[in-house]
């Protein structure tokens, strides 16, 4: 008789291993889904019009925020800014990097080291809007500015950018599916 009692409690043993193993699992992939979002990559969205005519409210974005452990931000990267410079998350062009000496045209062009800066992805002129140039760009700090030149809250205003207020670099436009891509 007492055989016959082996197989349940085999079975009981046998279920409860297999929802111990599940939560087990989901406990890890959900642990692993948090590290990724908040140390590797996240998501995003566009909140203004200051990147206008490369990026436009409402547009979702992969950050990488990985790189910049091991490289520092490189001119013409679209990064996120969240420090004590500004209270809100921002989204700005890297322009001038540390020893820079950044300036601006008559004619609404910006230039670094004395030679005028290309930039195609541009809405609108660009003046110095008070500040005092030639501006030269301090130690572990970047120049940032909005592609929309003429809407946007950025190093002109607000000043330098520290190193550490760069939370990473937008790398991919998830939405919408028409924009779908890599970020230039």
């Known amino acids: 008789m007492e055989t016959s009692n082996m197989p349940t409690q085999k079975a009981k043993k046998s279920w409860a291993r297999e929802v111990r193993d599940w939560f087990i699992s989901l406990a890890v992939a959900i642990v692993v889904a948090l ?6 990559f996240a998501q995003t969205e566009v909140k203004n019009i200051s990147m ?3 990026l436009v409210e409402g547009q979702r974005l992969i950050e990488d925020k990985v790189s910049y452990y091991f490289e520092k931000p490189q001119r013409g990267d679209i990064v996120i800014i ?8 921002l989204i700005k062009r890297v322009i001038g990097l540390p020893g820079d000496v950044i300036d601006f045209t008559e004619d609404g062009r910006v230039t670094i080291n004395g030679e005028a800066l290309e930039e195609p992805y541009i809405k609108g002129l660009t003046y ?6 030639p501006y030269t760009v301090p130690d572990k700090t970047v120049f940032v500015m909005g592609d929309n030149r003429e809407n946007s809250m950025d190093s002109r205003a607000i000043g330098p950018i520290a190193f550490s207020s760069v939370e990473g670099r937008a790398v991919f436009r998830l939405w919408p599916l028409n924009k779908f891509g890599q970020l230039n």
Do not use: C, F, H, I
């Open 35 to 40: 590290l990724v979002q908040n140390y590797a």
């Open 82 to 89: 969240n420090g004590p410079e500004s209270d809100k998350r």
């Open 52 to 54: 206008q005519k490369t």
């Open 128 to 133: 110095a809007n008070g500040l005092q140039v």
